[in-house]
């Protein structure tokens, strides 16, 4: 069964500190991985998307890496700001599927 | 910026009674999907719809739910006689060229079955 676990499971962080959330998945055959945002009570929004043969993707504060050989992402959150407080989804995909396979996420609570 | 727009917001029914969720997609996208979320679980993935059909369902989506693009705006989900584990947050998304491109989502519709 295709798998996405994610850890930690929540954080909490000082505003300006730096944070990285970690992602391994089991699904294959891989075709890209993404790091969703969702604030509480709304819809995910996309912040990064890999396919395998990258390494790294940058979006402002927030800075994926990818290491298709281990099945392992992160994503990394520069200067925290208290926006930054939400759920973090690794989400993955299969080559020439139509559907994702989601993460149960990492909640990120950014304090002042 | 176009975005994914889903009503209602909320959705409050009885056990047994039928529901339809709204969405429009953004409007040069060609493939939809609908998502749930059990409150504090992770998204699960529902169905996918192109060129007016059903390209990809999960084990979810069994004779309850049915999926349907009305016109050239709308894509619905419909339940038929909702059960108390439908409850939950409802995504609808859409993309241009999957799995290659981002899915947009919208922000949900919350629907309670009591």
């Known amino acids: 069964k295709n798998q996405v676990e994610q850890s930690p499971q929540s954080l909490i962080i000082l505003e300006g500190k730096n944070c990285t959330l970690q992602?391994?998945?089991?699904?294959?055959?891989?075709?890209?991985l993404r790091w969703y945002k969702q604030d509480t009570g709304r819809g995910p929004v996309s912040l990064t998307i890999m396919t395998f043969s990258e390494n790294t993707k940058s979006n402002g504060r927030y800075t994926a890496t990818l290491d298709a050989d281990t099945k392992q992402s992160s994503l990394h959150i520069t200067a925290s700001q208290l926006s930054d407080s939400a759920s973090y989804i690794c989400?993955?995909?299969?080559?020439?599927?139509?559907?994702?396979?989601f993460g149960a996420g990492t909640t990120v609570t950014v304090r002042a | 910026e176009p975005e994914v727009t889903q009503t209602p917001s909320h959705q409050v029914t009885q056990m047994g009674q039928e529901v339809i969720l709204r969405c429009v997609p953004i409007s040069n996208h060609l493939y939809f999907y609908w998502y749930r979320q059990i409150l504090g679980q992770k998204v699960e993935f529902l169905v996918s719809f192109y060129n007016n059909e059903i390209s990809e369902k999960s084990e979810i989506f069994d004779d309850q739910f049915s999926v349907e693009r009305p016109d050239g705006s709308n894509f619905t989900l419909k339940i038929r006689s909702t059960k108390l584990e439908d409850s939950a947050m409802y995504f609808c998304?859409?993309?241009?060229?999957?799995?290659?491109?981002?899915?947009?989502f919208g922000p949900g519709t919350r629907l309670l079955v009591l």
């Open positions: 992602c391994n998945y089991t699904v294959s055959p891989f075709s890209n």
């Open positions: 998304a859409s993309t241009t060229n999957p799995p290659q491109e981002t899915q947009y």
């Open positions: 989400v993955v995909s299969l080559f020439n599927d139509y559907k994702l396979s």
